[in-house]
């Protein structure tokens, strides 16, 4: 609710009551006619507070002094009876002021009595500052405590995207080593193709018609000598070329790229998977 608004509804506009019109001294009236009455309104007021208060009942003590104030301002003890009240209510502030309406009446306090409301006033106002610092102390920790979860959120969000970046470069190298692999493939695929023998074929011609007709007489079969066994094929040797690799190479000896671990098995200063294969390089190519 705006503050223009708040105005607007407190503002005095209410309609009076139907009476006489004010004349700003209706309590001292009141006062007058029930004096007329033979009642005496403001001892019976004190001394029914004064009983009150005695009993513990402080609000009603305080409503009866706070009538007796509207009679008669000017009344000194029903101040100084209002300021005690005040002061066991712990109102201490409220007490300070009765007790100096009190003084202006020419009613002496009781010795010391403004002394101790002034130091309650004191305490009750360093505990207030204490409670305010101690509020402030919480709501700085938990702003200092806030700050630091959100550096910590923040180095978090950090890592996590440098740990996406890096997840998008592995994906990124992972694609380019299976298209290399992939035209890798290929090329190999290309290189066995056009690397592999290739065997001529067979021309028989066919007989002329005059030919056919000639009985040829069967040559005599040749006799059987004794067979011998062949002799034993030593290894190989094999000198590096360019562009030759191990899988060329089992191809050309073996008819299959896959046995090149034999080539290698046969060879060790290639090193571990032939990475030591160099041009010129002299092997030896295993049965």
């Not at 101040?79 to 007490?95: M, P």
């Not at 007989?207 to 290894?235: I, K």
Request: some cysteine; aromatic content about 4%.
């Amino acid at each position: 609710m705006s503050e223009a608004l708040a105005a607007d509804l407190t503002t005095f506009d209410d309609a009076a009551r139907p009476g006489p019109a004010p004349d700003g001294d209706a309590p001292a009236r009141f006062g007058k006619v029930l004096g007329e009455a033979g009642i005496h309104v403001p001892s019976t007021l004190y001394n029914e507070a004064l009983a009150l208060a005695r009993e513990g009942h402080l609000g009603q003590a305080q409503a009866r002094l706070q009538m007796l104030s509207c009679l008669d301002p000017d009344d000194g003890e029903a101040l100084l009876l209002l300021a005690k009240v005040h002061a066991n209510q712990g109102r201490w502030t409220e007490a300070l002021g009765r007790l100096d309406g009190a003084l202006a009446a020419g009613v002496v306090p009781p010795a010391g009595l403004r002394e101790s409301l002034e130091s309650q006033i004191r305490t009750e106002r360093l505990r207030e500052e204490e409670h305010r610092a101690r509020i402030a102390a919480r709501e700085l920790g938990e702003l200092k405590a806030l700050r630091h979860e959100t550096r910590n959120l923040r180095g978090e969000t950090i890592r996590l995207e440098v740990e996406v970046g890096e997840t998008k470069d592995r994906e990124r190298a992972w694609k380019g080593v299976a298209i290399a692999a992939g035209i890798f493939g290929s090329l190999i695929i290309v290189v066995l193709m056009l690397t592999a023998p290739k065997s001529s074929p067979v021309v028989v011609p066919l007989p002329t018609p005059h030919e056919a007709a000639v009985v040829v007489a069967p040559a005599p079969a040749a006799v059987p000598g004794p067979v011998l066994a062949p002799a034993p094929a030593g290894p190989r040797l094999h000198t590096i070329k360019k562009g030759e690799t191990l899988g060329l190479l089992a191809s050309k000896y073996y008819g299959k790229s896959s046995r090149w671990q034999k080539i290698l098995d046969a060879n060790p200063q290639l090193g571990k998977d032939g990475a030591k294969l160099a041009l010129g390089m002299e092997l030896t190519i295993p049965e």
